[in-house]
């Protein structure tokens, strides 16, 4: 089982910055570099979606359309902590936050055969933190 704690949210003006935080943990045996790291988000009415995804096996990125160009997502391996940099803020921005995670052996072979993306496939989730930009 893994945890996940998101961190940094808050109100901010459009053209603001804010950086997320997703502090990750696990039982006894639990390691963070064999797991991808996704932020998602909801907004009121939509569906989820993925923002941006790291690996943590191998540096790989996804950012989503939206966030290409202003966000930047990284990782810290010696905090077991994901970040996500996130500059230019609109309103359109404004969702709950969701960390997430993804045991990478169990989906190495699809994604290397290009059957399933980094952001696919994500079965634990935080409490998840709030973004609103104001205009």
């Known amino acids: 089982d893994v945890q996940l704690q998101a961190f940094g949210g808050g109100l901010v003006q459009a053209g603001g910055s804010l950086r997320l935080s997703c502090s990750v943990s696990?039982?006894?045996?639990?390691?963070?570099?064999?797991?991808?790291i996704g932020w998602f988000r909801q907004a009121p009415g939509k569906e989820h979606e993925a923002v941006s995804c790291?690996?943590?096996?191998?540096?790989?990125?996804y950012y989503s359309d939206s966030a290409k160009g202003r966000f930047t997502i990284s990782s810290v391996s010696t905090k077991n902590t994901v970040y996500l940099q996130m500059n230019g803020l609109k309103s359109e921005d404004t969702a709950r936050y969701y960390c997430?995670?993804?045991?990478?052996?169990?989906?190495?072979?699809?994604?290397?055969?290009?059957?399933?993306?980094?952001?696919?496939?994500?079965?634990?989730w935080g409490e998840g933190t709030q973004v609103t930009v104001s205009s």
């Open positions: 997430t995670a993804r045991y990478q052996p169990r989906f190495m072979g699809e994604e290397l055969r290009g059957d399933l993306e980094l952001c696919d496939e994500y079965d634990f």
């Open positions: 696990g039982l006894p045996g639990f390691r963070f570099d064999d797991y991808a």
């Open positions: 790291y690996n943590n096996m191998n540096g790989n990125t």
